[in-house]
Nanobody, 120 residues
Framework: QVQLVESGGGLVQPGGSLRLSCVAS????????MGWYRQAPEKQRELVAV???????NYADSVKGRFTISRDNAKNTVYLQMNSLKPEDTAVYYC??????????????WGQGTQVTVSS
């Protein structure tokens, strides 16, 4: 099994910044992608940013120029630096990885979610 543990959420004023972190651990053979999704109340979960091990990073249009995703592959860790936060960024943010376990099963894994609230 693969476990994801997120940290870094909280309450921030509009225009402020937060940095989310997510560490993947467990029976990881290889990682294809690591990324972040979010779900606001009464809305569907949506992609925020995803970074493949090989390939092009993808951002939601709504966060381009404000959010930056990065990875530390040696630590199986993904970060999301969020700047110029807006009230509409308020959501539960979920870490995701598409990984192959030692059993050679490729699948998506999800963290428990971390709340980000942008409010004055």
């Amino acid at each position: 099994q693969v476990q994801l543990v997120e940290s870094g959420g909280g309450l921030v004023q509009p225009g402020g910044s937060l940095r989310l972190s997510c560490v993947a651990s467990g029976s990881i053979f290889s990682i294809d992608t690591m990324g972040w999704y979010r779900q606001a109340p009464e809305k569907q979960r949506e992609l925020v940013a995803v970074m493949p091990t090989i390939g092009i990073t993808n951002y939601a249009d709504s966060v381009k120029g404000r959010f930056t995703i990065s990875r530390d592959n040696a630590k199986n860790t993904v970060y999301l630096q969020m700047n110029s936060l807006k009230p509409e960024d308020t959501a539960v943010y979920y870490c995701n990885t598409r990984a192959t376990s030692y059993s050679r099963t490729l699948r998506d894994y999800w963290g428990q979610g971390t709340q980000v609230t942008v409010s004055s």
